[in-house]
Structures are given as structure tokens and as C-alpha cells.
């Protein structure tokens, strides 16, 4: 079993930055792919940036360039910095991980981008 934590989320200012962090219970060497997505109220949840065990890295197109997912293997935890966020930023967001075909997802942390 693989659970997974969020933690970063929070309110900001437009054109400001939030760091997310996602800390799994166990080690995430061989996890194949772990990715951030979010979902707004009445929207869809999407990717929003996905990273895979070899660092080959994949964005949303409406945060490439503001946006970064990195992962540290010793401290099992994906990050996702975020910066010059906008409104439409505002969501929950979530981490998910897929090991062995399976899909593990977080609770989710709330992001607020005030204008």
C-alpha cells in the first residue's frame, strides 16, 4: 500500500508562488510515474505536470513555464513549484501515483489565487 500527502497549499496573491510537496509512505525509486493535477469547482480534474521514474517530465499547457515538478528520492516526496500563478490557477490539487499499474492518490490541498 502506498499513501501519499500533500501539503503546501494555501492562499496568494496573483503573481505570487506556492512550493506543493507530496510525501509518500514509502520509497518512490521504482514508482513509475508521479504526477500533480487539479480540479476546479464544476471542472474536470486534469494533469497539471507529471514526472516518471527516469525524470522525463511532461505540463499542462497553461503552466509550462510557471510551473516545475521535481522529485527527491531520499525524502520520498514530488514537489511542484509554482510560480507567477494566476486565478484560473485556483483549484484542489492532487498527487497521484501509478506503481505496478495501480492508482494512488493524495487527499488533495487547496490553492487560492486571489486577483
Known amino acids: 500500500q502506498l499513501q501519499l500527502v500533500e501539503s503546501g497549499g494555501g492562499l496568494v496573491q496573483a503573481g505570487g508562488s506556492l512550493r506543493l510537496s507530496c510525501a509518500a509512505s514509502r520509497s518512490i525509486f521504482s514508482i513509475n510515474r508521479m504526477g500533480w493535477y487539479r480540479q476546479a469547482p464544476g471542472k474536470q480534474r486534469e494533469l497539471v505536470a507529471a514526472?516518471?521514474?527516469?525524470?522525463?517530465?511532461n505540463y499542462l499547457d497553461s503552466v509550462k513555464g510557471r510551473f516545475t515538478i521535481s522529485r527527491d528520492v531520499a525524502k520520498n516526496t514530488v514537489y511542484l513549484q509554482m510560480n507567477s500563478l494566476k486565478p484560473e490557477d485556483t483549484a484542489v490539487y492532487y498527487c497521484?501515483?501509478?506503481?505496478?499499474?495501480?492508482?494512488?492518490w493524495g487527499q488533495g490541498t487547496q490553492v487560492t489565487v486571489s486577483s
Open positions: 497521484k501515483a501509478e506503481s505496478n499499474l495501480l492508482p494512488y
Open positions: 514526472i516518471t521514474s527516469a525524470g522525463s517530465t
